[in-house]
Nanobody, 123 residues
Framework: QVQLVESGGGLVQAGRSLRLSCAAS????????MGWFRQAPGKEREFVAT????????RYADFVEGRFTISNDYTKSAMYLQMNSLKPEDTAVYYC????????????????WGQGTQVTVSS
């Protein structure tokens, strides 16, 4: 099993930045890729970004538009999401996820999930 814990969420004004962190523990050697997803009230959970655990290759959702950067620190079993130029529509619960396969944009491909961290962007 792999345990994931997110942190770094909060309330910010539009245009400001936040950095989310995800700490992984347990059988982290089984993790091949990780991702960030988000879920706004009344909406489905959607893909934000994904990263290959060992080589750092990344992929982003179109709505990111260069504002977010996903990264990881293999030695610390941690993943991050730097979010800049935040918009009110970025308000959501952000989830960290991990899987034993290659990068994926699809939530059903992921094996492990964190509990989520709330991000609220005011206008």
């Amino acid at each position: 099993q792999v345990q994931l814990v997110e942190s770094g969420g909060g309330l910010v004004q539009a245009g400001r930045s936040l950095r989310l962190s995800c700490a992984a523990s347990g059988r982290t050697l089984s993790v091949y890729s990780m991702g960030w997803f988000r879920q706004a009230p009344g909406k489905e959970r959607e893909f934000v970004a994904t990263i290959s655990w060992s080589d750092g290759l990344t992929r982003y959702a179109d709505f990111v538009e260069g504002r977010f950067t996903i990264s990881n620190d293999y030695t610390k079993s941690a993943m991050y999401l730097q979010m800049n130029s935040l918009k009110p529509e970025d308000t959501a619960v952000y989830y960290c996820a991990a899987r034993q396969g290659v990068r994926s944009n699809y939530r059903w491909d992921y094996d492990y999930w964190g509990q989520g961290t709330q991000v609220t962007v005011s206008s």
